[in-house]
DNA sequence: GGAGTCTGTTAATGATGATTAACATCCGAG
DNA sequence: CTCGGATGTTAATCATCATTAACAGACTCC
């Protein structure tokens, strides 16, 4: 019983996850978290120092990523090319709101029950990501100011993380199409 | 003490849609709804009859604001400019979101806390609504397919309703124009 | 072969919160 | 006037929940 104990940690984020994605944070009990990975509420304690905690991990975790992508990607290879950076990034995001919408959708709803501390560091990575948007874009629009290159990049945030609301309606294949010719065009006249 | 009761009603719809955007259905307490207006606590069940009625008669409005503009703007004048309708359609949603960011925020994350049976209702309003904007976008694209048509304005209610995120970078003139732009772009090529 | 760490379990404990009861006020109608 | 309805108030009531206690099996390392 070493080695399983071993994914216990990210077994809970995941089922946790799911639920606050379906019920949002206050309408999950510690004990449905621990239900949904077989072991029954205070469990979870031996794994994390509270349900915030909890949460706060989880945000971190997926503000980290996504950061750290969008850091890999803006740069890849040809710097001359913004275009090149762009498709990059969108593609990156596609990708990723398809494959975790659970994450997506937490990440986009409950950064308001992260204690404090935790939350600044969120923000942090956030805007860290959103600047590398920023940046590609500040590149292809030269004469656009800052402020409205930032309020793009959270409006196609928004066009992007639609997946989870319209869910099912489109295979995955051709929603990540359909999103990318969309934002495309979106970012294209600024 | 006639004329400020009727609008009691109101008031407290009012707050309540704030402290909800705020913190979410279940981050808001029956005490922390009366607090906001001025009563205290159990005075609300005088006017509803219960906070998920609340929260149901709210919703409902909006679905129903938003579904009767959409019939109005989908049906204006020129019948042959399926274009000006989009357009109709577009800054209607968009005065809206802009006005009342606090509504579109509930609107977009609190359906699931309402009873079953109002759950239906706001569904079908919002069904209706979706379908006016793929109605008016079939005919400026009739080889696209329903679904993709379908997929494609939720990505623009996405889009459009990423105000209440990131409110405050722009003025709502710049941001009115910047959603229109960028809407129309997206809906340009499917 | 036993001490210690890890993970769990099932009972408290203590808050918070929705809803209801019982009891005032105020105001317009008759 | 005074009766009734509309609105409020405060004090229960009853659940739900996060968190903590107390206790137990299992596996590791010595």
Avoid at 111 to 138: F, G, H, K
Avoid at 142 to 164: E, M
Wanted: aromatic fraction near 4%.
């Amino acid at each position: 019983m070493k080695t399983p104990t071993r994914n216990r940690r990210a077994e809970i984020l995941e089922a946790a996850a799911d639920l606050f994605a379906a019920r949002g944070f206050h309408g999950v009990s510690i004990e449905d978290i621990g239900a949904a990975v077989g072991v029954s509420g205070p469990a979870l304690y031996r794994h994390f120092s509270g349900k915030e905690a909890l949460l706060a991990e989880m945000l971190l975790d997926i503000s980290e990523r996504l950061r750290e992508q969008g850091a890999r990607l803006a740069t890849t290879a040809d710097p001359d090319t913004a275009e090149a950076a762009l498709d990059a990034l969108l593609s990156g995001h596609i990708e990723f709101a398809l494959t975790h919408p659970a994450l997506i959708r937490v990440h986009e709803r409950e950064l308001d029950n992260v204690p404090e501390q935790a939350r600044r560091a969120i923000r942090r990575l956030q805007r860290l990501y959103v600047e590398e948007w920023v940046t590609v874009l500040s590149e292809l629009h030269p004469a656009c100011p800052p402020a409205r290159l930032r309020a793009a990049t959270h409006a196609v945030f928004g066009l992007l993380n639609s997946t989870p609301r319209s869910a099912g309606e489109l295979a995955p294949e051709a929603m990540a199409d359909l999103l990318r010719t969309m934002a495309r065009a979106a970012l294209s006249r600024l």
